[in-house]
């Protein structure tokens, strides 16, 4: 089992910025996808950020592209995701998820299997 734990929610003014962590315990080492999911009210969980961890390819969601960062610090076992020049429609609960799909999972969180508790985000204009 994998074990993921989210932290660095907030709010925010639109512009702002937030830093999102996972934290991952567990049986690591045969995951291939992480990414971060968002799901806003009366919304369907959608992708904002994904990492192939076999090669680094990583996979953004156009509404994100130019202002989300995804990263991952192997020795702390840990993902990120940087979030700069915030909007209102980024206001949702965002999730950390993870896979272990032979393939690159991408934005699709159907793919993904292991997901945390999700931390809140709200920008205000």
């Known amino acids: 089992q994998v074990q993921l734990v989210e932290s660095g929610g907030g709010s925010v003014q639109a512009g702002g910025s937030l830093r999102l962590s996972c934290a991952v315990s567990g049986y690591t080492y045969s995951i291939t996808s992480m990414g971060w999911f968002r799901q806003a009210p009366g919304k369907e969980r959608e992708g904002v950020a994904t990492?192939?961890?076999?090669?680094?390819?990583?996979y953004y969601a156009d509404s994100v592209k130019g202002r989300f960062t995804i990263s991952q610090d192997n020795t702390k076992n840990t993902l990120y995701l940087q979030m700069n020049i915030l909007r209102p429609d980024d206001t949702a609960v965002y999730y950390c998820a993870a896979t272990y799909t032979t393939y690159a999972a991408g934005l699709n969180p159907r793919r993904y299997n292991h997901w945390g508790q999700g931390t809140q985000v709200t920008v205000s204009s």
């Open positions: 990492i192939y961890t076999a090669d680094g390819r990583t």
